[in-house]
């Protein structure tokens, strides 16, 4: 299901999500930017690499310029380093934002 809303927090480089269920999460740029499902990126993040997007500073790294709905089916995220390929199903994005939540909550 959709989120009822999407909100660009520019300064803070993240977005804010909110759920009919009541939940609300923060996700960085930078975690949508390194889970991007696309296949190119999954094929990049099978190989170890010293220079992967993972490892670019949050405040460095790209941003989010553009929020594309896809249908009922999810989002698409444009990306400032020029990829805008990844699509993000409602489900996919729903459990990569609570895992980046608790992901958060233990460090
Ligand atoms: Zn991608």
């Given at each position: 299901m959709?989120?009822?809303?999407?909100?660009?927090?520019?300064?803070?480089?993240?977005?804010?999500?909110?759920?009919?269920?009541?939940?609300?999460h923060?996700?960085?740029?930078?975690?949508?930017?390194?889970?991007?499902?696309?296949?190119?990126?999954?094929?990049?993040?099978?190989?170890?690499?010293?220079?992967?997007?993972?490892?670019?500073?949050?405040?460095?790294?790209?941003?989010?310029?553009?929020?594309?709905?896809?249908?009922?089916?999810?989002?698409?995220?444009?990306?400032?380093?020029?990829?805008?390929?990844?699509?993000?199903?409602?489900?996919f994005?729903?459990?990569?934002?609570?895992?980046?939540?608790?992901?958060?909550?233990?460090?």
């Amino acid at each position: 299901m959709a989120p009822e809303s999407i909100v660009d927090h520019r300064a803070r480089a993240a977005l804010e999500f909110r759920w009919a269920d009541g939940a609300l999460h923060v996700a960085g740029y930078q975690l949508l930017r390194s889970n991007c499902p696309c296949a190119d990126c999954k094929a990049l993040r099978a190989i170890p690499r010293a220079d992967s997007v993972e490892d670019v500073h949050p405040a460095t790294g790209p941003s989010v310029t553009n929020i594309l709905p896809v249908g009922a089916y999810g989002v698409q995220f444009v990306f400032s380093d020029g990829h805008d390929r990844g699509i993000f199903p409602w489900a996919f994005l729903r459990e990569l934002l609570e895992r980046g939540v608790s992901l958060r909550a233990v460090q």
